[in-house]
């Protein structure tokens, strides 16, 4: 299980690795270089899924059973 995804700005393609919560899902992610609000792409339960390098907890859990 990877807890730590690497978020590519959409905005600025400034790169941060954040921690992932393993209970629950982000859907507001703000940009530090930007200040952009990030929220999930259509289809994508949280920024992770969407931005990251890695999908949320609860989504690696469901592609791995
Ligand atoms: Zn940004």
């Known amino acids: 299980m990877q807890l730590q995804s690497t978020i590519v700005c959409p905005e600025c393609s400034f790169i941060k690795t954040e921690t992932m919560p393993t209970d629950s899902c982000r859907v507001l992610y703000q940009c530090l270089n930007c200040g952009v609000m990030l929220r999930p792409k259509p289809g994508d339960c949280c920024v992770f899924c969407s931005y ?3 999908p ?3 989504k690696q859990e469901e592609e791995t059973s």
Do not use: E, R, T, Y
Request: charged share 0%; with cysteine.
């Open 52 to 54: 990251g390098s890695f």
């Open 56 to 58: 949320c907890p609860p």
